[in-house]
């Protein structure tokens, strides 16, 4: 499950579908969840939660100038139905807050398995100018100052991620290829799958946990 794909689908056609991901809810759930998410708070959106419309499990965002907060909500939304229906599934996610770590956590607390594939850059710097090159072929724009401060909170909450994972598999993708960096088991078997590690990896990781752990 992707959010941007969720507003690319919405602004095609002005509708999400949400069969395809087999969950069933109704237009009063989705508009009290949508009011009540802590993102729309932060962004005074609340009223525009009356413009939601359902039918027949088909979210109509018509009357809404749809964006990627709507699509973030609608995505969290998403994810906490299959959770509740003790569901298989995978998200992508950019996880530069705390409450998708927190997500894993209750994802165990209610019996799943949980796997971290985690993706990183060098720098923010790289990240930027692939933004930038998506814009070129007409993909949605990110302000660099956001690029910048995702990156660096995401790299923060690696460790937090990992100690609520099963299993983690870590990449660095600063080149052409990504390149499988290392493999964690239950937040405290190492294994490293590269001779070559980035200072992101082991600035973030392992000085942080694995050195203060031996």
Request: hydrophobic share 40%.
């Amino acid at each position: 499950m992707n959010a941007d794909e969720i507003e690319k689908s919405a602004k095609a056609d002005g509708f999400v579908d949400l069969t395809q991901f087999n969950v069933q809810a109704t237009g009063d759930e989705l508009r009290t969840f949508f009011a009540g998410h802590a993102l729309i708070q932060k962004e005074h959106l609340q009223d525009q939660a009356s413009l939601f419309d359902m039918n027949d499990l088909r979210i109509d965002v018509r009357r809404l100038d749809f964006n990627s907060y709507h699509a973030s909500v609608i995505a969290d939304f998403i994810r906490q139905k299959l959770l509740e229906n003790r569901v298989s599934f995978t998200f992508e996610t950019v996880m530069s807050s705390g409450d998708k770590v927190a997500f894993m956590r209750r994802a165990q607390e209610l019996g799943y398995r949980t796997y971290l594939y985690f993706v990183a850059t060098d720098n923010p710097n790289i990240n930027i100018n692939r933004v930038a090159n998506r814009v070129d072929d007409g993909g949605h724009n990110v302000p660099a100052d956001k690029i910048v401060q995702r990156y660096h909170r995401s790299l923060k909450l690696l460790p937090e991620a990992v100690a609520a994972s099963n299993r983690a598999y870590i990449f660095d993708n600063s080149g052409e290829g990504s390149v499988w960096l290392a493999e964690i088991t239950d937040g405290t078997s190492l294994e490293y799958k590269s001779e070559e590690q980035p200072d992101w990896f082991m600035e973030a990781y392992v000085d942080k946990v694995m050195n203060v752990a031996s």
